[in-house]
């Protein structure tokens, strides 16, 4: 079993700035694929961003440039660093990773933590 907290919600301004983390812990044979989904009010589930245990990434259009992706494998960690931002990245982020137990992937999702930028 594996357990993704994330941390570094929270409330500001539009072109703040805000950096979320996703440690992963517990049964860990491997992390693969990690990545950060967000919903808003009303809305569906979206990809925001993804990274390869390789460190290939990619973006939803609505925040290449101002979004980036990175992990420490070392840590099981992923982070989002969020430049930019405006009202309408306000959301819950999810953080999802991918973990391969030895024999077969299993999907685990975080717990979530709001984002919330006011004009």
């Known amino acids: 079993q594996v357990q993704l907290v994330e941390s570094g919600g929270g409330l500001v301004q539009a072109g703040g700035s805000l950096r979320l983390s996703c440690a992963a812990s517990g049964s860990i044979f491997r992390i693969d694929g990690m990545a950060w989904y967000r919903q808003a009010p009303g809305k569906q589930r979206e990809l925001v961003a993804g990274i390869t245990r390789g460190g290939s990434t990619n973006y939803a259009d609505s925040v290449k440039g101002r979004f980036t992706i990175s992990r420490d494998n070392t840590k099981n960690t992923v982070y989002l660093q969020m430049d930019s931002l405006k009202p309408e990245d306000t959301a819950v982020y999810y953080c999802?990773?991918?973990?391969?137990?030895?024999?077969?992937?299993?999907?685990?999702w975080g717990q979530g933590t709001q984002v919330t930028v006011s004009s």
């Open positions: 999802h990773a991918k973990a391969y137990s030895g024999s077969y992937y299993v999907n685990y």
